[in-house]
């Protein structure tokens, strides 16, 4: 059984994440110090003052509790209680000016999500979900959609920037549902995406070699919109494997069914 969430976890979670937004949005089409982790994969000051910020408000609420962020790993790992930090979903998008970037947070207790926030602070919209309580944006309360017929379905997906040791299966995947689906859309933000699909914009989702920062968040807000998120196999050890489908729970089999055929012997290698 869950330990039980701490009360006021949600709104310390809001309030790191509308503290990160302000220098995000400050920031926001200035020059700014940029580096490079890996290939395209990028981090920038901005990223690291927003993990700085949202870590010391999470602290300063709960000193005994653990951290995993995306810039500084991990902190405190014996704690039952473990913050999933994004500081800024989306930084290719961010260094370019495009705006389609979030921060994520999210709440495990024994290593079962308890609480997601995703913050979009251009359009200041903000997804919060706890567990058995329900997904809400802006305080209303949201579904994922109803479509049940494929050919109507948008879905969302992000391309295999960093590794490109699946690149040919994963384009077979994309041509498989480009032509049976009423179309697909690449935000470049996972978050978003995952919270998109959990208020109906999207109706389904699949990437790749995500982290757990990536879609911790997301997942708990799809969760509690009434979607399904799975792995490419159908288990739900996806959020530290990393390949992920979501969809609006009529969708799934039909999405996981074309994944698994679209990588065939592959599928034991994910």
């Not at 981090?43 to 962020?69: C, G, M, N, W, Y």
């Not at 990536?214 to 490419?232: H, K, P, S």
């Not at 159908?234 to 729970?249: A, M, P, R, T």
Request: glycine residues 8%.
């Amino acid at each position: 059984m869950m330990t039980e969430i701490p009360r006021q976890a949600h709104s310390v979670a809001i309030g790191a994440a509308l503290q990160a937004a302000r220098i995000i949005t400050d920031y926001y089409g200035r020059v700014f110090a940029i580096d490079a982790k890996l290939h395209n994969d990028f981090v920038t000051e901005v990223d690291r003052k927003s993990e700085e910020v949202i870590i010391q408000h999470i602290l300063r609420a709960f000193p005994d509790h653990a951290i995993l962020a995306e810039e500084t790993g991990k902190h405190r790992n014996e704690s039952p209680f473990r913050w999933i930090i994004d500081p800024l979903d989306g930084t290719t998008n961010f260094i370019h000016g495009m705006p389609m970037f979030a921060v994520s947070i999210a709440l495990e207790v024994h290593g079962q999500l308890a609480v997601g926030v995703v913050y979009e602070p251009l359009r200041k919209e903000m997804f919060v979900a706890e567990r058995g309580k329900g997904a809400f944006l802006n305080d209303r309360k949201i579904r994922v959609s109803a479509t049940m017929e494929y050919n109507r379905c948008l879905l969302a997906t992000g391309f295999p920037f960093k590794t490109f040791d699946f690149i040919d299966d994963y384009l077979n995947i994309f041509k498989t549902f480009m032509t049976q689906t009423a179309g697909i859309r690449r935000p470049g933000s996972a978050a978003l995406d995952l919270c998109y699909l959990a208020c109906g914009r999207f109706d389904g989702f699949w990437e790749l070699n995500l982290n757990p920062w990536d879609i911790a968040a997301g997942t708990l807000i799809i969760q509690e919109a009434g979607g399904r998120i799975t792995g490419f196999d159908g288990q739900n050890n996806f959020l530290y494997k990393g390949h992920v489908i979501g969809s609006n729970g009529i969708l799934h089999d039909w999405m996981l069914s074309n994944i698994q055929k679209s990588l065939g012997e592959k599928i034991s290698l994910l």
